[in-house]
């Protein structure tokens, strides 16, 4: 849905200010549907009946001028809005947030920045979410100054301590929506993956700097996943439950069921553990919710379902290195912060679904069977269910029954323990 708006020239006098505005409300394919003209003074965007919402494209013309204010507000800072059109200042009951003594009377400004307030918004899986900080940082640090960004999202705890967001919500208000310009982000350079060489890290930032109008030069390769000085200091999950203070690694051992062709072979990860029992130390986690699927393994301390979002992220920053599918694990490793000057090892057992250029960060390992099978010949195939979930569409063309009694792709019974083993004595260098 996109939204068109001619606005009048905004007139303010004193106490007394009209506005004139007129939205038409557009259909995808250009046909308006209608228009819209607010109360005087309350120019809060129409909600669009059916496909979307309209909002105003203005919203991006507004800066925020801090003033030092005496009077009824005794000496203390407040936010006056004002349009980058005009240059006038709007009345504070026309923008949410204003405190209601800040008038626009053309009191001093002292400071002044230019801050576009804006909501980025994705409702996605927690990897999805890991990837998209990428995105936030690279426009913040390419555009300093320039937007006062709320995020939208079902996982908070991963943008904790983010210095490039102020605020962070899993339910935009109607207030939100009316105040700031709305940019629900997805990585549609997904659809060429398999055939131009982009990594999945700039999904999210071509679609932002497409849907904003900007310039997002690419940053670090890598999510941004921030701890505090002070959650690093404490004492990490597995010391915490077992009493273990030495190094470990962290194993998943399967994933969600909606994804079931991602699942790697659980005995390959058995006879990983049982290789290096006594020399490594396992930490199997992953969720344990009905939807997802992470088999038994023995011989390891067994987190499943036992940690939040942010205690895996404490987990990921102690951890000496991964061994995990293409999962939230994978892009974690890659985006916290590294405990030591190493690069953190991660071998992922990837199969035939996923080009490696789309998924592999700098220092990984992508154990991957593309060009080995008939399905997965000129690129990753994409499927993703091997077990029956919901409808049947996307279902894995060569899936193996496993002696579990699940269904195993292919391409990941192709990948052997000894496969992961040799990556990990090659990627590690005995620093285990």
């Known amino acids: 849905m996109n939204a068109r708006l001619t606005k009048g020239r905004h007139i303010v006098d004193g106490d007394d200010a009209t506005g004139a505005y007129r939205y038409e409300i557009v259909t995808e394919t250009g046909e308006v549907t209608g228009q819209w003209s607010p109360p005087v003074n309350k120019p809060k965007p129409p909600r669009a009946k059916g496909n979307g919402q309209a909002r105003c494209l203005s919203l991006e013309k507004f800066i925020r001028h801090t003033e030092i204010i005496g009077g009824c507000c005794g000496n203390e800072q407040a936010e006056v809005w004002g349009c980058k059109s005009f240059g006038e200042c709007t009345l504070s009951e026309t923008v949410p947030s204003v405190p209601a003594c800040c008038n626009g009377c053309g009191r001093k400004i002292t400071e002044r920045s230019s801050l576009n307030p804006i909501i980025l918004a994705s409702h996605l899986a927690p990897g999805d979410t890991v990837v998209m900080t990428a995105a936030v940082r690279d426009l913040v640090t390419a555009n300093p100054g320039e937007y006062d960004i709320m995020i939208a999202s079902n996982f908070p705890e991963l943008w904790e301590n983010n210095p490039y967001c102020h605020h962070v919500t899993t339910n935009e208000s109607d207030a939100e929506l009316d105040a700031r310009r709305y940019i629900d982000l997805h990585y549609p ?244």
């Open 189 to 432: 350079l997904v659809n060429r993956s398999d055939e131009l060489p982009y990594h999945f890290i700039h999904g999210y930032r071509k679609d932002l700097q497409s849907k904003l109008g900007v310039a997002i030069p690419q940053g670090p390769f890598h999510g941004d996943i921030h701890l505090s000085d002070e959650e690093k200091g404490w004492v990490n999950q597995v010391e915490e439950v077992f009493g273990w203070k030495g190094p470990f690694w962290l194993i998943v051992s399967g994933g969600k069921e909606d994804f079931s062709a991602k699942w790697p072979n659980p005995t390959v990860m058995q006879e990983v553990v049982d290789h290096y029992r006594g020399k490594i130390m396992f930490v199997q986690v992953g969720d344990s919710a009905g939807d997802h699927h992470h088999p038994d393994l023995n011989g390891v301390f067994d987190l499943r379902g036992k940690t939040s979002l942010r205690e895996m992220v404490r987990l990921m920053y102690h951890a000496s290195g991964v061994v995990c599918p293409v999962t939230f694990a994978m892009h974690l490793a890659a985006a916290v912060p590294r405990k030591t000057d190493r690069i953190k090892p991660c071998i992922v057992l990837a199969g035939g679904r996923e080009s490696p250029h789309w998924e592999q960060y700098p220092g990984h390992t992508f154990l991957h069977t593309l060009g080995a099978l008939s399905c997965c010949e000129t690129g990753g195939c994409w499927k993703s269910k091997c077990e029956p979930f919901g409808d049947d569409e996307s279902k894995c063309e060569l899936p193996v029954p496993h002696e579990s009694g699940v269904l195993i792709p292919k391409c990941q019974m192709m990948i052997t323990a000894q496969h992961v083993i040799n990556a990990m004595e090659l990627s590690s260098g005995n620093h285990w």
